[in-house]
């Protein structure tokens, strides 16, 4: 008998050329995780470890056909959503997961650049609140990003909310948890915190590394999305992944002239795994 396959899990993202973000990582990280990763192209980009230079947005036509075409032969575990291209792939993608509304969906809302390039239009963020935020079961945007999305039509953005507030917000408009990681928050240490309706569910401390990393958020949203392919609630899942990831960060590698590189596959060169905070 044929045996049975891994958990299979259909990312929608753009291409990275570095590999360090994107579809790439994506792929990259799932696998790690004991997963099937299955690959539909938003948007092409000209970057590489110091910055984006360019994107271009595949057609919502292409997006939808691609992800439709794996999903008519294959069953999936879990959705992972990152860089969307535009306001019309927002669209288009809502309109695909809508139809297995039992499928869990991560969704890494994708703004900008590590470097601050921005990724995302006006209209591509009003998209994305209307389309994709109400479908997803774990929202993980950085603090950044979180204050942008909950208070994008006021003046400022929230620049000055506090984060329960903001995650608060972003739950009223339909993500069922709210990831929201606090790398930008001036902390000694980088705080993460899982907020569900009734509030904080569960804050993770890690130390501060000194580097900075390229595709970390990818990572985790995919990390998040295997884990509950596999089967994990969604707080132990949040938990699995950021352990996960602290230990591709802290394992990391810088192969350019830019940004580090998570080490996905830290295991497999015998790299020890590292302790790290409660």
């Known amino acids: 008998m044929p045996r049975p396959p891994p958990p299979i899990v259909l990312a929608f993202a753009g291409s990275d050329p570095s590999s360090?973000?994107?579809?790439?990582?994506?792929?990259?990280?799932?696998?790690?995780?004991?997963?099937?990763?299955?690959?539909?192209?938003?948007?092409?980009?000209?970057?590489?470890?110091?910055?984006?230079e360019a994107v271009q947005a595949v057609e919502a036509r292409w997006v939808i056909e691609q992800a439709r075409r794996v999903l008519d032969d294959m069953s999936v575990g879990a959705v992972k959503i990152g860089l969307i291209g535009s306001s019309e792939n927002a669209a288009a993608i809502a309109r695909v997961v809508a139809d297995y509304v039992n499928v869990p969906v991560v969704l890494d809302p994708v703004l900008a650049s590590g470097r601050g390039d921005q990724l995302a239009d006006a209209e591509t963020i009003e998209a994305l609140r209307k389309h994709l935020i109400p479908r997803a079961?774990?929202?993980?945007?950085?603090s950044i990003e979180a204050r942008r999305l909950a208070f994008f039509d006021e003046d400022g953005q929230g620049a000055d909310r506090a984060l329960d507030v903001t995650a608060l917000r972003l739950l009223e408009r339909g993500a069922e948890f709210v990831l929201v990681t606090g790398t930008h928050e001036p902390t000694a240490s980088v705080v993460n915190t899982l907020y569900g309706r009734g509030g904080t569910i569960r804050s993770d401390r890690w130390d501060r590394l000194p580097e900075n990393y390229h595709g970390s958020g990818c990572t985790l949203a995919s990390a998040i999305a295997a884990a509950l392919a596999r089967g994990l609630a969604v707080p132990e899942a949040v938990r699995d992944a950021q352990e996960y990831v602290w230990q591709t960060l802290v394992h990391g590698f810088r192969p350019g002239r830019g940004q580090s590189l998570p080490n996905r596959f830290y295991w497999a060169r015998g790299g020890e795994r590292l302790g790290a905070e409660d």
């Open 20 to 52: 360090g973000a994107g579809i790439q990582a994506d792929l990259l990280t799932l696998a790690a995780r004991g997963c099937h990763p299955l690959a539909v192209v938003t948007a092409i980009t000209v970057q590489d470890t110091t910055g984006v």
């Open 137 to 142: 079961t774990v929202l993980t945007p950085n």
